[in-house]
């Protein structure tokens, strides 16, 4: 074959091998990218889960009342409370099944008054509602005139015993017993009742150190308008003693009961201190409030009649079953009561127990709406005012 043929066959051939080198090396690279991706996407849904998981669905353990002890807050015994309340079934106002809800709150609570501490003055009251009209300027029932009477409620009052002024210094903290006619109501709000009997039960045993006197009130009538807070708030002896109101609620059932309503800087400052859970969301305060939900709270009454500085509170978890026959203790999930009740007793011994809250409560009133406004959230259960 002539010289110049096989050169020039040589030099044809060069090229495709170059570009076989070429191709590897563009398909080496495509992989590589491809690994990359495929990591890097790894990485991001479990950061997004990890970030759920703290933010969201991480609950403490539930304490039994032997590991609480007498102090403590025990999600056991709240839930022995809970499994009662729901087992009656629904108990919406008038009906037979809510008097027995309420006989067996005022029992319970007959029993921690005989086992308070010594230098605790414990006052227990079956509270029976004269007449009354509840209309409000906003919400849910804006424009409304709803009526009521006979409603019942129980309250149970704790201040120490040689500090008498503390009568005319009362923390609110309120929820209803009462439950639409569709449901047993474990979330809304059995949980929450349950809650504050055990709550109850370790303030009996904290309070003789206290500069204010704290109030528990056993509402009837919220499902109905909101006119159980309302009978309290305008009727009882009680009334214009109070001086901050926490209100706990359920908008669903379970998981982290979140601040979603609070008032004051200084009231959110002074829960995100001492909170060892802490769960708050403005963002659910404005959807609330925009009626993009369609409910309401005791907190309006609180605000909007008595004009108090305060805190409201709501489990958020399965909205789905709200006001449903759904709303059952099998959703219920372990550690929900116990984030609630430790969140609420570190903060009641902390608000109780503080002359400058007080203070800062009896200020509050004078201030105007604008005051009032304050943002804030939490990262990972850490609190941002």
Excluded at 233 to 261: C, P, Y
Excluded at 326 to 334: A, F, G, M, S, V
Excluded at 352 to 379: G, L, P, T
Aim: hydrophobic share 40%.
């Amino acid at each position: 074959m002539p010289r110049g043929q096989a050169s020039s066959v040589s030099t044809r051939e060069k090229p495709r091998v170059d570009a076989v080198v070429v191709s590897d090396k563009d398909n080496g690279r495509h992989r590589r990218s491809a690994y990359l991706l495929l990591g890097l996407l790894i990485v991001f849904l479990h950061g997004s889960w990890s970030v759920y998981r703290m933010q969201f669905a991480n609950l403490p353990l539930p304490l039994d009342a032997e590991q609480a002890g007498k102090r403590g807050f025990s999600e056991a015994s709240a839930l022995k409370h809970v499994k009662y309340l729901t087992g009656l079934g629904p108990h919406p106002v008038g009906s037979d099944s809510l008097d027995l809800a309420v006989q067996y709150v005022y029992a319970e609570a007959e029993k921690i008054k005989k086992t308070a501490h010594p230098d605790v003055d414990v006052q227990l009251e079956l509270f029976h509602t004269d007449i009354g009209a509840n209309r409000l300027a906003g919400g849910l029932f804006k424009g409304k005139t709803i009526l009521y009477s006979d409603l019942k409620h129980v309250i149970l009052r704790f201040v120490p015993k040689y500090l008498p002024e503390a009568e005319e210094n009362l923390i609110l903290v309120s929820s209803h017993i009462d439950t639409v006619f569709t449901t047993g109501g474990a979330g809304d709000c059995s949980s929450c009742v349950g809650v504050m009997l055990e709550l109850a039960r370790g303030v009996a045993q904290w309070a003789h150190g206290f500069k204010s006197g704290v109030l528990f009130l056993f509402n009837t009538g919220e499902e109905e308008g909101l006119v159980g807070a309302h009978s309290f708030i305008t009727q009882h002896h009680w009334r214009n003693s109070v001086r901050f109101a926490v209100d706990l609620e359920a908008m669903g059932i379970g998981g982290k009961s979140t601040l979603f309503q609070g008032t004051h800087q200084w009231a959110l400052e002074s829960f995100a201190a001492v909170a060892k859970y802490p769960s708050a969301q403005i963002a659910i305060q404005d959807i609330f409030n925009s009626g993009a939900i369609n409910s309401a709270t005791d907190f309006q009454i609180y605000l909007e009649v008595a004009g108090l500085p305060g805190l409201d509170f709501a489990y958020t978890d399965m909205t789905s079953v709200y006001h449903t026959k759904n709303d059952k203790i099998e959703h219920l999930k372990p550690g929900s009561l116990q984030h609630n009740g430790e969140n609420m007793l570190a903060f009641l011994l902390h608000a109780a127990s503080s002359q400058k809250f007080m203070e800062d409560a009896h200020e509050a009133k004078q201030e105007s709406v604008e005051q009032k406004k304050a943002i804030f959230f939490d990262i990972l259960s850490k609190t941002n005012e």
